[in-house]
Structures are given as structure tokens and as C-alpha cells.
């Protein structure tokens, strides 16, 4: 009653009208008069922008504590739904920073309570209000936080991708954000959102085991992920690993060639060895199986197995699989008639390896190697024969 009696001295002191105002906002709030504490907080707000045109003093405390209450009387309120209802006064209302500091303290309240999808809902109108801002790339992540808190990890590796591909440093974000020194920032958001999406789908293609559709698809975007990853963020320290998994991706869905160009990527890396074997011998398989499909670009596949299998048999002259490959790679030479290379491969497997299985076909071939020789058996890929070195 006293603070209403404020009102009826629009002339006092604008400090002592603005904290009555105030007063009279912050005690409907605590009557659970929600609608009659927006009025006010809002007209306190009103009143602040004349004063601000007039050049009088107020109180700024004051109306960042009016924001504050206008976001909890929304959420409080149980009238309709409360990000709706909020969106409908603040788009009457028209203050462009009245609107984006309620709905991004809705947001961060709702999630801080566990309200996700609310959160959501606040984040994506206030998105829609202010695509342009300094913080949208973070909203966004926030976003994908709160499906995550939801258990919706397919909406939050799309919330996440909406990062990537909105907000990168041709997008049109970046050409309309007024503050270009967030760029290095945000490009570390991008990052780790593409870091997020690659993890979700490797595994969704493990959950997939058996569905080879579902599997097929799978691998289909996390190849794309992969690829943008390592094109935007190749010098990062999970490129290298993300690198060996694009090989498997490749390899798991038939595109041995390419699979094979990208483990000898792995295998030329000098920011680590930590796979560097394994990217090898995963490799010569690749070109290998490539080998073996209709329409091969034969002489291309032979060379790099041929340069797969020297280098395994330098760099690692006691791996399991040098002879194997020394062997293999002699034999797809010796067909094609390139009898010089044959030779090579077949005389480090005598010399080199005396008691492998390998040892005394090769003895025989490098001593007639001018005739082709079609029978000589080749060990199959993943079961006996070659290896592979994934996960």
C-alpha cells in the first residue's frame, strides 16, 4: 500500500520514484502477481530510457535487477507457456537488449534447474531475435549442452554441427559480428563441437555392428566430419588420431584406395609414431583389397603397395607382417609382368627372411623371373592373409 502511494508523486526525487517502482515490481513478484510484476518491472524499465534522454541520474542497479525479475516472472508464471508469453511482451516491448538479456537469463536459469528443453526453447527465440550477436556461437553450444542434459545426443550432434557450419570465418555471422576478436575463440568452439559430433558417430557405427545400412550411414557422416575436421583443424593435436580413423572409416565402407592414401598420411606424420606401424600395415591391406576390385587403377595400387611394403620391411624388419607383404607385393608385380620389381621383393624375403613360409616360393619365382608364373597362391585379406590393425 505505501509503495503504491509512490505513484501519486510522479515529481519526487526520480531515485526515490524509481525505487518505489521497484519495490512495488519486487512485492507482486513475492505475492505470486507475476503479470502485475512484469507491468512495472517493465514500466521501471521505460522510465529508466527517459531519464536516460533527459539526462537525469538513476539507479542502473536497479534496472538490471528489473531484467532479472521480468525473466523469473516468466518462468514462474502459469498462464501459458512461459517462453511464449515471454517473447510476446518482449517483441511489444521492443528494446532489443531488454530481449536478449531476459531470454538469455531464461536460459541459463532454466538449465541451471535441469529445465532442459525450456532452455532450449529460450535459447532458440532468442537466436531467432539476435542471430548476429557476439554470443550466438556459445548460445548454440549451450543448446547442445542442454539436449545432451535432456539424453537427446542426436539433437546435440546437430546442435553442435549448426555451430560448425553457421559460424565458421566465411559465414555470414562472421561477416555481420561486430567483434572480430571473438573469431580465435569461436574457431576453439568449432573445434570442439566437431570433436563432439566425430565421437557421437564413431559411436553410433559401433552401436551399428551387424546393421551394415545403419552402419553404411553412419560412417558416411563421420567421414564428412573427419574431413572437414582435418581440413579446418589439421594442426591440431586429434588430428593425428581422427587421421588413422578416417583410414578405418574409408577402408569399412569398401573405398580401400582412398582408405589406403590416407593411413600412409598416418604413416608420413612427423608430429607422432604412436600408430605409425599399424598405419602401415593397414595400408598395404587397403591397397591390396583395392588390388582385387574390377576397375582398379592397377598400376597405381601396385606401386604403393610396393612402396608400403619396402618401407615396412625398413622401418620394422622384425614386424609380424614384412615378409607377408614383401611376398604379396612380388606376386601382384610378378603377374603384371613387371618381373624387375618382382625380383626385388621376392630377394628380401630369401635374404632377409630365411625361415618365413614365404621364403621358398620366393626362392623359386626370383629364379625364373621371366615367366609368369599365375598360380602362385596369395593369402587373402583380414582372415590368415593381411592384416588389419583397427580397433
Same mark, same amino acid.
Not at 529445465?115 to 532458440?124: G, H, K, L
Given at each position: 500500500?505505501?509503495?503504491?502511494?509512490?505513484?501519486?508523486?510522479?515529481?519526487?526525487?526520480?531515485?526515490?520514484?524509481?525505487?518505489?517502482?521497484?519495490?512495488?515490481?519486487?512485492?507482486?513478484?513475492?505475492?505470486?502477481?507475476?503479470?502485475?510484476?512484469?507491468?512495472?518491472?517493465?514500466?521501471?524499465?521505460?522510465?529508466?530510457?527517459?531519464?536516460?534522454?533527459?539526462?537525469?541520474?538513476?539507479?542502473?542497479?536497479?534496472?538490471?535487477?528489473?531484467?532479472?525479475?521480468?525473466?523469473?516472472?516468466?518462468?514462474?508464471?502459469? +498462464?501459458?507457456?512461459?517462453?511464449?508469453?515471454?517473447?510476446?511482451?518482449?517483441?511489444?516491448? !521492443?528494446?532489443?537488449?531488454?530481449?536478449?538479456?531476459?531470454?538469455?537469463?531464461?536460459? !541459463?536459469?532454466?538449465?541451471?534447474?535441469?529445465?532442459?528443453?525450456?532452455?532450449?526453447?529460450?535459447?532458440?527465440?532468442?537466436?531467432?531475435?539476435?542471430?548476429?550477436?557476439?554470443?550466438?556461437?556459445?548460445?548454440?553450444?549451450?543448446?547442445?549442452?542442454?539436449?545432451?542434459?535432456?539424453?537427446?545426443?542426436?539433437?546435440?550432434?546437430?546442435?553442435?554441427?549448426?555451430?560448425?557450419?553457421?559460424?565458421?570465418?566465411?559465414?555470414?555471422?562472421?561477416?555481420?559480428?561486430?567483434?572480430?576478436?571473438?573469431?580465435?575463440?569461436?574457431?576453439?568452439?568449432?573445434?570442439?563441437?566437431?570433436?563432439?559430433?566425430?565421437?557421437?558417430?564413431?559411436?553410433?557405427?559401433?552401436?551399428?555392428?551387424?546393421?551394415?545400412?545403419?552402419? +553404411?550411414?553412419?560412417?558416411?557422416?563421420?567421414?564428412?566430419?573427419?574431413?572437414?575436421?582435418?581440413?579446418?583443424?589439421?594442426?591440431?593435436?586429434?588430428?593425428?588420431?581422427?587421421?588413422?580413423?578416417?583410414?578405418?572409416?574409408?577402408?569399412?565402407?569398401? +573405398?580401400?584406395?582412398?582408405?589406403?592414401?590416407?593411413?600412409?598420411?598416418?604413416?608420413?606424420? +612427423?608430429?607422432?609414431?604412436?600408430?605409425?606401424? *599399424?598405419?602401415?600395415?593397414?595400408?598395404?591391406?587397403?591397397?591390396?583389397?583395392?588390388?582385387?576390385?574390377?576397375?582398379?587403377?592397377?598400376?597405381?595400387?601396385?606401386?604403393?603397395?610396393?612402396?608400403?611394403?619396402?618401407?615396412?620391411?625398413?622401418?620394422?624388419?622384425?614386424?609380424?607382417?614384412?615378409?607377408?607383404?614383401?611376398?604379396?607385393?612380388?606376386?601382384?608385380?610378378? *603377374?603384371?609382368?613387371?618381373?624387375?620389381?618382382?625380383?626385388?621383393?621376392?630377394?628380401?624375403?630369401?635374404?632377409?627372411? $630365411?625361415?618365413?613360409?614365404?621364403?621358398?616360393?620366393?626362392?623359386?619365382?626370383?629364379?625364373? /623371373?621371366?615367366?609368369?608364373?599365375?598360380?602362385?597362391?596369395? $593369402?587373402?585379406?583380414?582372415?590368415?592373409?593381411? /592384416?588389419?590393425?583397427?580397433?
Amino acid at each position: 500500500m505505501y509503495y503504491n502511494a509512490v505513484l501519486n508523486y510522479p515529481d519526487a526525487s526520480s531515485t526515490i520514484y524509481q525505487f518505489g517502482i521497484y519495490k512495488l515490481g519486487w512485492t507482486a513478484y513475492l505475492l505470486n502477481e507475476y503479470e502485475h510484476s512484469i507491468a512495472l518491472f517493465g514500466y521501471l524499465i521505460r522510465d529508466s530510457e527517459r531519464m536516460d534522454e533527459l539526462g537525469l541520474r538513476r539507479n542502473a542497479n536497479m534496472v538490471k535487477e528489473a531484467v532479472e525479475y521480468l525473466a523469473h516472472d516468466f518462468m514462474e508464471q502459469k +498462464s501459458g507457456p512461459p517462453v511464449q508469453l515471454a517473447t510476446n511482451f518482449l517483441d511489444y516491448f !521492443d528494446n532489443q537488449q531488454v530481449t536478449v538479456d531476459v531470454l538469455t537469463q531464461m536460459g !541459463d536459469f532454466y538449465i541451471e534447474q535441469g529445465f532442459w528443453m525450456e532452455a532450449i526453447e529460450a535459447y532458440n527465440a532468442l537466436l531467432q531475435r539476435d542471430p548476429y550477436s557476439r554470443e550466438a556461437p556459445f548460445i548454440q553450444s549451450r543448446i547442445a549442452i542442454a539436449y545432451e542434459g535432456e539424453g537427446d545426443y542426436a539433437s546435440a550432434a546437430r546442435a553442435r554441427e549448426a555451430i560448425v557450419e553457421n559460424y565458421g570465418p566465411q559465414s555470414e555471422w562472421a561477416q555481420n559480428a561486430a567483434d572480430s576478436t571473438l573469431f580465435n575463440e569461436v574457431d576453439s568452439l568449432r573445434a570442439s563441437a566437431l570433436e563432439n559430433s566425430i565421437a557421437y558417430y564413431n559411436q553410433q557405427v559401433t552401436e551399428a555392428a551387424g546393421d551394415r545400412e545403419v552402419a +553404411s550411414s553412419a560412417y558416411s557422416v563421420l567421414i564428412d566430419k573427419i574431413e572437414v575436421y582435418l581440413e579446418e583443424f589439421g594442426d591440431s593435436r586429434n588430428a593425428y588420431e581422427f587421421r588413422f580413423l578416417l583410414g578405418d572409416s574409408y577402408y569399412n565402407t569398401g +573405398s580401400y584406395a582412398r582408405a589406403g592414401d590416407i593411413y600412409l598420411q598416418v604413416v608420413y606424420d +612427423s608430429t607422432s609414431a604412436q600408430q605409425r606401424e *599399424n598405419a602401415a600395415g593397414n595400408a598395404f591391406s587397403s591397397f591390396y583389397e583395392a588390388y582385387a576390385k574390377p576397375g582398379a587403377d592397377s598400376l597405381y595400387l601396385r606401386e604403393k603397395m610396393h612402396e608400403v611394403a619396402m618401407y615396412y620391411a625398413d622401418n620394422y624388419p622384425e614386424g609380424e607382417f614384412a615378409a607377408q607383404f614383401l611376398f604379396a607385393d612380388a606376386g601382384n608385380h610378378y *603377374n603384371a609382368n613387371d618381373y624387375t620389381t618382382a625380383r626385388e621383393s621376392y630377394t628380401r624375403v630369401y635374404n632377409q627372411y $630365411p625361415t618365413s613360409p614365404y621364403t621358398a616360393r620366393s626362392a623359386r619365382s626370383s629364379l625364373r /623371373p621371366t615367366k609368369r608364373n599365375s598360380s602362385i597362391p596369395m $593369402p587373402s585379406c583380414g582372415t590368415e592373409g593381411l /592384416p588389419t590393425q583397427r580397433p
